[in-house]
């Protein structure tokens, strides 16, 4: 069963500081890899998504995420964020035997202060 | 973007009751369906696949009887919580993959905040 982790439970930044969050996950197959963000109040929205192709990725909002398939990772990362960055942000994936099924890691709730 | 609405967004009951919730895909068709439960300040955890015209799937642990899906149509699926208690008090959302494969993006439904007294 595919299993997916994320480092960091809480992060809190200053505005125009850089971000990474990183993404572990654990099925050795063909995988498709999403980063979701919640925004306070608001329903989960895509925010990048890597299916093959170019490892790295770029997302809305200037996002971006690297898939290194030797450490089973998909990291997110902006350069400078801002304080409506704050939110809730989910490692998702699936893929071989799971199909479908979306196994999400245990989020990570960023806090950026103005 | 494909949109996925829930009915209600929220509802207040008292134990024993039931409560229906519903999940549509309103510009697009949906064989399958997810159904998940976040608790305050975590993760979402899959509880059940929708199957359009068959049985759903539960995962571990999830009470099929408890937790009744019928996905009646290509637009619709609903999650009733049978006589609901208050541990059953969380946030559902629903999702759906717009072409049915895995590379499809799932798009999610805002949630239903369940709270029963």
């Known amino acids: 069963a595919q299993s997916v982790s994320q480092h960091n439970h809480h992060v809190i930044l200053s505005e125009a500081a850089s971000l990474e969050l990183g993404c572990n996950y654990s099925?050795?197959?063909?995988?498709?890899l999403f980063w979701y963000v919640q925004y306070p109040g608001q329903h989960l929205q895509l925010l990048l998504k890597?299916?093959?192709?170019?490892?790295l990725v770029k997302g809305i909002k200037g996002f971006e995420a690297e898939f290194i398939k030797s450490k089973f990772s998909f990291n997110l990362r902006k350069p400078s964020v801002q304080w409506s960055d704050t939110a809730e942000y989910f490692c998702?994936?699936?893929?071989?035997?799971?199909?479908?099924?979306?196994?999400f890691g245990g989020g990570t709730r960023l806090m950026v202060k103005p | 973007g494909a949109v996925v609405s829930q009915h209600p967004s929220w509802v207040i009951c008292k134990s024993g009751t039931s409560v229906k919730i519903e999940c549509r895909s309103l510009?697009?068709?949906?064989?399958?369906m997810f159904w998940y439960r976040q608790f305050p300040k975590q993760s979402l955890m899959l509880m059940a696949t929708?199957?359009?015209?068959?049985?759903?799937?539960?995962e571990q642990g999830v009470e099929k009887d408890k937790f009744l899906i019928n996905h009646a149509s290509l637009t619709l699926s609903t999650l009733t919580v049978t006589s609901a208690h208050p541990e059953d008090s969380s946030f559902y959302i629903c999702?759906?993959?717009?072409?049915?494969?895995?590379?499809?993006?799932?798009?999610f439904g805002p949630g239903t905040r369940l709270t029963v007294l």
């Open positions: 099925y050795g197959g063909t995988v498709n």
């Open positions: 998702a994936v699936n893929g071989g035997n799971a199909g479908n099924m979306l196994t």
């Open positions: 510009d697009f068709q949906a064989t399958t």
């Open positions: 929708s199957n359009e015209g068959s049985k759903a799937t539960y």
């Open positions: 890597y299916f093959s192709g170019d490892p």
């Open positions: 999702s759906a993959p717009p072409g049915g494969t895995s590379t499809d993006t799932q798009y």
